[in-house]
């Protein structure tokens, strides 16, 4: 199993991939990534500074992926764990956890002191994930991702 950086041809394979778990969970809907432009071209937008997207693959097959992004409006010191995605024949194998630790790793080399992250209680399993991983839920979401779906909060202090 390969964990790396994402790269200009996996902008095809991960937005699928990112699809297909959606619409698994019956979130594949208008105020999520799944209608989100920026879905297609992810190599592109992870160009950012202070963003980075990591994707998994097994066998030449890419599993799914995962990123940290400094979504509008966030405070300095904090950046948003974004796009958490992983087939369903990749989870409960400890993928998941290893790519979130990734992004947390990388967060805290970059100077963040806090890691925001969107969802909807439809994903239940991921978020027991985020629980286990620190992360709190909060009342209201931090900044702007755009993603008017999304209605349930978390952050972790990276120091928990």
Not at 48 to 59: Q, T
Not at 114 to 132: G, Q, R, V
Request: hydrophobic fraction near 40%; charge should be negative; glycine fraction near 8%.
């Amino acid at each position: 199993m390969e964990f790396r950086r994402i790269e200009k041809q996996d902008n095809e394979e991960i937005a699928k991939v990112i699809r297909i778990v959606l619409k698994e969970h019956g979130v594949d809907k208008p105020g999520t990534v799944f209608t989100d432009p920026t879905t297609d071209a992810l190599f592109e937008l992870f160009q950012d500074k202070n963003a980075e997207y990591w994707v998994v693959k097994d066998e030449g097959e890419i599993l799914g992926g995962a990123g940290i992004y400094p979504t509008k409006g966030l405070p300095n010191s904090c950046i948003e764990l974004v796009k958490i995605y992983l087939l369903n024949s990749a989870r409960n194998k400890g993928i998941g956890k290893k790519l979130m630790e990734i992004c947390i790793d990388e967060a805290k080399k970059r100077g963040f002191s806090t890691i925001y992250l969107e969802t909807m209680p439809e994903l239940s399993n991921a978020i027991d994930l985020y629980k286990k991983m620190g992360f709190v839920q909060l009342d209201k979401p931090l900044g702007d991702s755009g993603h008017f779906a999304c209605d349930l909060w978390m952050l972790k202090k990276m120091d928990e």
